[in-house]
């Protein structure tokens, strides 16, 4: 969200005229509702040592369709500060074989638990993986204080942020999973062009994200 207008954008840059972006909460883990298992297992392993290239290589891999560009700007350091922390941990999923997705969760003050990020790699999209994935996140933010972050006291609340310009799918899964609306907003956005990461994409996702007719570059 931004109140930036037309003349500050940035190279590269277009104003998505209106983003609605929700604040979605679960009170109580007896709200998680289980999703439908993949028809293919999948796992899920926590990353036992911090590396900035990992995280930003998935957020790129899972991010870029979504126009996930707020984190384009950080550096390396930026990066390193950002996962080197106990109270955040990121959480790799595989099935086939090969990465299917990834989660970051983090213990906040308070029993605030925050998922950050939670998404399939592109080739897993669509099919059937999407709301065990949310599930198992959910599961494991609820067990934060024992699986991981220990000793940062048990979670009271999970919470995330998701948008117009996340995966259609993303805010109906949330709440088949049991969050709830606790915000709403809507304002124009400047997003950065998302086709830079990790290469080239065939369309520009942020068209295809709303009613974009008014897109400003
Ligand atoms: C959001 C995401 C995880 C959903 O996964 P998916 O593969 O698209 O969806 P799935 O087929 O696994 O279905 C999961 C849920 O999505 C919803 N959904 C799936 N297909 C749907 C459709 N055609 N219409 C409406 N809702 C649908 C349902 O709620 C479904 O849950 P249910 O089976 O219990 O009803 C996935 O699209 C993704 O990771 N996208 C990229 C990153 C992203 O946007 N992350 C969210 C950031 S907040």
Redesign the pocket.
Known sequence: MTDRGRSALHEGEVLVPAVTEWTMEMLDAADL?P??L?RVEMTFTLSGLPSPEVNRALYAA??A??C?TDRFPWTYADWEAWVDRPELSTWIAMAEGTIA?FFEIEAQPGGNTE?H??????P???????????EQCTRRAWQRGELWARGTGRATRVW????T?????????????GFRVAAETTAPKPVPDPRAAPWPLPHDPRVVAGDMEELIT
């Open positions: 509702r999703a439908p993949p899972v991010g369709r979504v996930w997705g998922i990020l939670v998404g399939l790699t592109h897993f999209v669509g099919r059937g993986y999407g709301g065990y994935l949310v995330l942020r998701t948008s310009l996340d995966h259609r799918h993303a805010i109906g899964n949330y709440r088949r999973r």
